[in-house]
């Protein structure tokens, strides 16, 4: 099971930018899709974008696209996701996850078998 450790949440005003990372361990980190899900206090997780393992195909909800972005660099074992235009509803606990069984990204969450601890963002209004 893959090692992951989220960096780059915190505080920041409505219209502001963050840049999360995720660091991964182990030596295959490029042969799978790698995703970003968030947790709202009282909600449920949720998909935000997920990458193929080469970063030609990436997926984003709804919520966030346009705004958000994901990269990988697979020489530094690291996903990224850059938001901008950051909402209050933004607001949440992001986690990384790995999906070392699939090269891309399939719809289904269930697919991501690892998971960092979390890192906070705060969007205040």
């Known amino acids: 099971q893959v090692q992951l450790v989220e960096s780059g949440g915190g505080l920041v005003q409505a219209g502001g930018s963050l840049r999360l990372s995720c660091a991964a361990s182990g030596r295959t980190f490029s042969s799978y899709a790698m995703g970003w899900f968030r947790q709202a206090p009282g909600k449920e997780r949720e998909f935000v974008a997920a990458?193929?393992?080469?970063?030609?195909?990436?997926y984003y909800a709804d919520s966030v696209k346009g705004r958000f972005t994901i990269s990988r660099d697979n020489a530094k074992n690291t996903v990224y996701l850059q938001m901008n235009s950051l909402k209050p509803e933004d607001t949440a606990v992001y986690y990384c996850?790995?999906?070392?069984?699939?090269?891309?990204?399939?719809?289904?969450?269930?697919?991501?078998?690892?998971w960092g601890q979390g890192t906070q963002v705060t969007v205040s209004s």
């Open positions: 990458i193929s393992w080469s970063g030609a195909s990436t």
């Open positions: 996850a790995a999906s070392e069984r699939y090269s891309d990204y399939s719809g289904r969450g269930d697919d991501f078998g690892s």
